[in-house]
């Protein structure tokens, strides 16, 4: 079998890295088709559909193909905060752009690309119940279960993966390579022992 990579070319400080393969778009869409399943379930005896939150930008690609699989009607609506710089967490969350929906009483859904350090969530969990909706819940395409510190786990979740850095299918290494239709992984630096 031959084994997919990505070798990074794009004028930037990592090119000439070469990513492996990590999940596959066929991989990524059954996810995709599983979980609109499981929410449309959730929701679908509910008065009001569920607002549907994108977490600007990476989670533009999955929160399309999550709508568009789901057999429910949903609103929707987009944030925007910002907490990395080049691979890693600031670990500061800045508001960029906040909603316009009206959410109290109202079943809140946050579509995020991955959840890693989980500041960004614990953040925005924060934010929205301030508001007073009827629920928070969190769907990620990705997650890093063994890195992150989150209050509240993640309610819906595409893949757990492992603390690598990704690209692909919304994930960006500075605002380059959103569009593949893959994920690919950096591979980890060697540890010195």
């Not at 990579?5 to 930037?12: A, E, K, V």
């Not at 350090?117 to 819940?137: A, D, M, Q, W």
């Given at each position: 079998?031959?084994?997919?990579?990505?070798?990074?070319?794009?004028?930037?400080?990592?090119?000439?890295?070469?990513?492996?393969?990590?999940?596959?778009?066929?991989?990524?869409?059954?996810?995709?088709?599983?979980?609109?399943?499981?929410?449309?379930?959730?929701?679908?005896?509910?008065?009001?559909?569920?607002?549907?939150?994108?977490?600007?930008?990476?989670?533009?690609?999955?929160?399309?193909?999550?709508?568009?699989?789901?057999?429910?009607?949903?609103?929707?609506?987009?944030?925007?905060?910002?907490?990395?710089?080049?691979?890693?967490?600031?670990?500061?969350?800045?508001?960029?752009?906040?909603?316009?929906?009206?959410?109290?009483?109202?079943?809140?859904?946050?579509?995020?690309?991955?959840?890693?350090?989980?500041?960004s969530i614990n953040y925005l969990?924060?934010?929205?119940?301030?508001?007073?909706?009827?629920?928070?819940?969190?769907?990620?395409?990705?997650?890093?279960?063994?890195?992150?510190?989150?209050?509240?786990?993640?309610?819906?979740?595409?893949?757990?993966?492992?603390?690598?850095?990704?690209?692909?299918?919304?994930?960006?290494?500075?605002?380059?390579?959103?569009?593949?239709?893959?994920?690919?992984?950096?591979?980890?630096?060697?540890?010195?022992?």
């Amino acid at each position: 079998m031959i084994k997919k990579t990505l070798t990074l070319d794009y004028g930037g400080s990592f090119d000439g890295e070469v990513l492996d393969l990590l999940i596959s778009e066929e991989d990524i869409q059954d996810r995709i088709k599983h979980l609109a399943r499981k929410i449309s379930t959730d929701y679908k005896k509910k008065k009001k559909p569920p607002i549907i939150i994108g977490v600007l930008n990476g989670s533009f690609y999955f929160m399309a193909d999550l709508l568009r699989a789901m057999s429910i009607e949903a609103e929707m609506d987009f944030i925007k905060i910002s907490s990395y710089q080049k691979t890693g967490s600031t670990g500061t969350i800045r508001l960029i752009k906040d909603i316009s929906a009206d959410i109290t009483d109202r079943d809140l859904i946050l579509v995020e690309d991955i959840v890693d350090t989980g500041l960004s969530i614990n953040y925005l969990r924060k934010h929205f119940e301030n508001s007073h909706p009827g629920s928070v819940r969190v769907a990620t395409l990705l997650y890093k279960k063994e890195i992150t510190k989150v209050e509240t786990e993640p309610e819906y979740v595409g893949f757990e993966i492992p603390d690598q850095f990704v690209v692909g299918y919304g994930l960006d290494i500075e605002q380059q390579y959103r569009r593949l239709r893959d994920i690919f992984a950096m591979n980890p630096p060697p540890t010195n022992q």
